[in-house]
């Protein structure tokens, strides 16, 4: 079996809407997040400790949930890795992030795999899972 190498900016596009969510995700901004997600029920998303969520609306509500109880929060992605095939691509990365929530500061690590979904108008999320852990 031969496999089929992406082209090297399809890789990029990828790269670059992965960027887009960590820029939103640590901007807050809610707008931003509507723009970066697929808005279907295949949506998932599990942040680290949750149960995970299904459903662009329950997507949604969670981010609402965490921006609203955030005060600060930065992110230095690493270990970044692309895969693609087709219509989807896949990263997978180790988050190093610094965050301000209810007054409370903390540096941690998360592991984080984000699948996206080819659309007209670019890559859009379909699923974020960030488990604890990561280097």
């Keep these: 079996m031969t496999m089929h190498q992406p082209e090297p900016e399809t ?6 809407a992965n960027q887009r969510f960590y820029d939103v995700f640590s901007a807050l901004d809610i707008t931003g997040m509507d ?32 921006f609203d109880n955030t005060n600060f929060m930065q992110f230095q992605v690493r270990y970044l890795n692309v895969v693609v095939q087709g219509e989807f691509g896949c990263v997978t990365c180790v988050e190093g992030i610094t965050s301000v929530v209810q007054g409370q500061a903390t540096n941690f690590s998360t592991f984080a795999t984000n699948i996206f979904a080819r659309h007209e108008d670019g890559w859009r999320l379909i699923a974020h899972h960030g488990s604890s852990g990561g280097g």
Excluded: F
């Excluded at 808005?39 to 949930?65: I, T, Y």
């Design 35 to 66: 723009r970066v997600w697929e808005h279907s029920e295949r949506a998932m998303c599990v942040h680290p400790g949750w149960v995970p969520l299904v459903g662009w609306e329950d997507v949604r509500q969670s981010w609402d949930r965490i």
């Design 11 to 16: 890789v990029e596009e990828i790269k670059a």
